[in-house]
């Protein structure tokens, strides 16, 4: 799972280390100022630590809101760690809920930035994954290491140190801005369900308990309050045969029964459960992917992965907030009670309400920051090549976006409310994003 080319990274170094004069960087004798020169660094530094992020989330198993919480930290960690170098742009310190201030590099000195980054992201990561298992801290510490001994001889000595401390000073500062943002008080709370006709309620197979129930009291990334980008009520809960409710259980319960080849296709594709890379996770296996083939250099990359990572994170929370204000009940409670009591989703029912989709809410978040940095790109998701799932081709970011939000029908899980509103909840989000002020 994830890029295997970071494995080989410690037996390349002896022989980068030959060729440090042809490699771009500074030494030790040039301390005339910032590099401001980022587009000479290639993203590899870049891609490496969110393929170990897509392992460590796939590995651990974590949760689609845990996991979108470790990805925004980390690109807003990368972001910050290396703004200082490319001119055009600027903090987001003050633009961020809470984000009140980040060490700034010393006045004319010279920074090794692919180094900055790589200490800024290790720290950040250490500390988001602290509850990890001891191989997948390792991990961190393995690929912290293999890119300084990559690094210290193209920067020297004394860039090199100043380029670690500066770095993990910035991915510190993240941390402690993270720490604040509710995670601890509001993970995994105590919380009893609401009874009453409609709501929420486990879900075979398992009957699972409800997952982050208070997710969306976490501190929001832009977002100024918590209703903004909140979507109205669904349609209410109602079993007349010609009530807008029951017409939405009947699309799902026919679709369902009726799946086509493709359909199921897309279902799984996008299905990105327990043990995967998660949702968040895909739209950054997308990233990379992207990063990787068109040789995007660090200065596009510091900015698209800082958007990607605000926009998913965001959007589990309002999402969140969204699922646990409703509190509507799942297809296959109301299919098995009113159609067939045998009725099964083609894929798993995740332990938490319909309303609203979270494939829907963070695709359509993804693909309209996506789409506002680099327009309507083509391109192929190669991300499940490893499973046997077949590459799937796109015209644009939201043709994907659409996509992934529409399995959540062909899968059974979700009514069209959940998803068309949801896409509008993303958009919302997405274009809340992109109005931070990244460049000057």
Known sequence: MGNPRKWNRIALVAMTAMIVGIVAGCSDDDESGPLN????????????????????????????????????????????AVVPGLPTHQSLVGQLN???????????????????????LATVARQLYSETSPASLGTIDDLEESFEAEFAPQAGASVFSRSVEHGKAVGNAIYNWAFADGYFQNHNCAYVPPQGTGLWVPTPPAFAAALEPC????????????????????????????????????????????????????????????????PPGHW???????????????????????????????????????????????????????????WTSPIGTPPFPEYTSGHSVQS????????????????????????????????????????????????????????DDGVQQGICIGEKVSALNFRR
């Open 37 to 80: 020169e980022l587009a000479k660094f290639d993203s590899e530094v870049v891609t490496a630590w969110f393929d170990l992020s897509l392992d460590i989330t796939a590995t651990e198993r974590l949760t689609p809101p845990v996991a979108s919480r470790a990805f925004a930290y980390q690109g807003v960690a990368l972001y910050e």
């Open 98 to 120: 809470g984000l009140a201030t980040v060490p700034q590099p010393l006045n004319g000195a010279t920074y090794h930035w692919p180094t900055v980054a790589n200490a800024a």
């Open 215 to 278: 997710w969306g009291q976490l501190r929001n990334f832009v977002l100024d309050q918590p209703s903004t980008c909140q979507p109205l009520p669904p349609p209410p809960y109602d079993e007349h045969p010609q009530s807008p409710f029951y017409a939405e259980m009947t699309e799902v319960y026919n679709t369902t029964n009726n799946l086509t080849t493709a359909q199921r296709d897309i279902a799984l594709f996008w299905a990105d459960g327990g043990g995967t890379l998660t």
């Open 284 to 342: 950054f296996a997308i990233l990379n992917q992207l990063a990787t083939e068109n040789e995007w250099t660090l200065d596009l990359t510091c900015e698209a992965y800082a958007k990607l990572g605000v926009a998913v994170g965001e959007s589990f929370i309002s999402c969140w907030r969204a699922k646990y204000v409703h509190n509507l009940l799942r297809p296959v409670t109301c299919l098995r009670a009113l159609f067939n009591p045998t």
């Open 364 to 419: 359509a978040a993804a693909a309209q920051v996506l789409t506002d940095m680099f327009g309507h790109m083509p391109f192929d998701d190669h991300t499940h090549d490893a499973s046997g799932l077949a590459t799937r081709s796109f015209s644009s970011f939201f043709d994907a976006a659409n996509e992934a939000a529409i399995s959540r029908l062909y899968g059974g899980i979700h009514f069209r409310s959940a998803i």
